[in-house]
């Protein structure tokens, strides 16, 4: 792997679609296009087929030696006034893969890049489209009403970029023959940052509970209501955060949130009849994430029933903690040692096109630092000499993965 070049091209697209402002590659917009354009010229250097799929994924096919593929990837779209390297290293890193690879000759067994069409949802508000589509979890009837700001469907937009909805699923046939899967990224978060290192295997991608606390009580005159005759919702709810923020901590490797709550009637002179507080939990382990939640559910009831309140918690989504595939993930330690940094593996918080890719074949991906330990904002760096580990790990990996699809491993996918 040839960082340098990485590098290069990361600061090329960054001149090209970002600016003062930060990344503004939203997908289904002309800077995506743009983008997109770029990404096209890098691989008309290379050996390879390019395509687009029915979900809008673009695919740089390269033959091998052996049955089926490995894939590398990730997505190239951007949240508005977003950083460089989201997504971007992904894809740069996967282009460097192909490069390198055809450099040294034909591959034991084929390598295709795939950059997934909108994993930000920064339009409509639905992450990983293009990876959920290939992998069949995307329920086209959930998204097809979906609205940008200016009111815009979303089947409409797609069908700008020929992308019909109702087809989308059918990408899903990219992945015959498919072994196995590898994505880089940044943290976006400050554990490496803390810890001194500029890179980490990915253990997989945490689950996720997300539930709406509705607290109800009664709403009473500020002056006339006697603190010991009060049903103070927000009292209750106030209550149960900082006990729910207990839970997080009880929890090692757990997160939990209250990312906000509000009050009726939200008035200075009324003791809130009603508070909604927004619950976000996450974890690897589903035991614990369930434990998490039920510890949850038991301190607004504890909460709810001290401040004279009933409580009600109300689903808003979930999803499984999706791990990654254990061998991989050893050969991706052994490779950021091997490339500098420490044998390390560690969760990731936010969901990634690979989480979908997970479900179906072995799967592994590796994080670069982010510091400032920031994302989807124009802020978001890494050290140069970080990202070069990262790169470095992540061809180590990605020959690893070659290597043993040679040897009759990581059998292709049906
Ligand atoms: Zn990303």
Redo the contacts with the bound molecule.
């Keep these: 792997m040839n960082a340098d070049r990485v590098l290069e091209d990361l600061r090329e697209l960054a001149r090209l679609t970002g600016g003062p402002d930060g990344a503004r590659r939203v997908c289904w917009t002309d800077e995506w296009t743009k983008a997109r354009e770029f990404l096209r010229s890098r691989l008309a250097e290379l050996p390879v087929e390019v395509s687009v799929d029915e979900a809008g994924n673009l695919w740089a096919a390269m033959e091998g030696d052996g049955e089926g593929f490995v894939t590398v990837g990730s ?1 190239t779209d951007s949240v508005p006034a977003g950083g460089w390297l ?2 971007a290293l992904g894809v740069f890193t996967a282009v460097e893969a192909l490069r390198s690879q055809a450099e040294s000759g034909r591959p034991p067994v084929g390598l295709r890049l795939v950059d997934w069409a909108d ?1 930000e949802g920064a339009r409509f508000g639905r992450s990983l489209f293009g990876s959920s589509s290939c992998a069949g979890t995307l329920d086209p009837d959930e998204v097809r009403d979906l609205r940008d700001r200016d009111g815009e469907r979303l089947e409409d937009v797609l069908a700008r970029y020929d992308v019909e909805l109702d087809r989308a699923r059918e990408s899903g046939a990219r992945l015959r023959g498919a072994r196995a899967y590898i994505e880089a ?1 940044i943290e976006q978060g400050p554990v490496l940052e803390s810890r001194g290192e500029p890179a980490a295997a990915v253990l997989g991608t945490f689950g996720v509970e997300r539930h709406v606390a509705v607290f109800t009580g009664e709403t009473a005159h500020a002056g006339a209501t006697p603190m010991g005759m009060r049903r103070d919702t927000f009292m209750a709810a106030s209550q149960a955060a900082l006990a729910i923020r207990d839970v997080g901590f009880a929890h090692e490797g757990g997160v939990c949130t209250v990312g906000g709550a509000t009050s009726e009637p939200g008035v200075v002179t009324a003791v809130p009849g009603r508070t909604e507080m927004l619950l976000d939990q996450r974890h690897l382990d589903p035991d614990t994430l369930a434990a998490m939640l039920s510890e949850a559910r038991e301190a607004c009831e504890r909460a709810a029933s001290d401040h004279g309140c009933e409580v009600e918690l109300k689903h808003l989504w979930s999803i499984p903690p999706i791990p990654f595939d254990d061998r991989l993930i050893g050969f991706a330690r052994q490779a950021v040692q091997d490339a500098g940094g420490q044998d390390t593996a560690i969760p990731s918080g936010p969901l ?1 096109d690979a989480a979908e890719m997970a479900r179906l074949i072995p799967t592994v991906m590796i994080f670069s630092s982010s510091s400032p330990p920031v994302s989807h904002t124009k802020e978001e760096d890494t050290p140069e000499a970080d990202l070069r580990v990262a790169i470095e790990a992540y061809g180590r990996t990605a020959s690893g993965m070659l290597e043993l699809a040679a040897a009759g491993e990581l059998p292709p996918r049906e």
């Design positions: 997505h989201d997504g994993e990224h990634h």
